[in-house]
């Protein structure tokens, strides 16, 4: 798999960090980098957990967390 597949630079649109069309978003559309990492976490979150249909067991074993820190993940709380 290509790493372009892994790491896009703006999901949904296909631009890469290494693609030179892509156009550069305004500076009033950025968000801080703590807030959009947590945003794409959420987002995969919540592919793992349809993939585990719920299990979180299961979500939390296949994340290599402890199920104690998926419930904190899923619930939105966060240690600064």
Do not use: F, I
């Not at 960090?17 to 968000?31: G, S």
């Not at 995969?44 to 939390?60: F, I, P, S, T």
């Amino acid at each position: 798999m290509p790493d372009s597949a892994l790491y896009p630079l703006h999901p949904g649109n296909g631009a890469t960090a290494t693609d030179t069309r892509a156009e550069p978003l305004p500076l009033t559309q950025l968000q801080s980098l703590r807030n959009y990492l947590r945003e794409q976490e959420n987002v995969y979150l919540n592919k793992v957990m349809q993939q585990c249909e719920g299990d979180k067991e299961k979500a939390a074993l296949l994340l290599g967390v402890s199920l104690a820190t998926l419930y904190r993940k899923l619930s939105g709380e966060e240690k600064e």
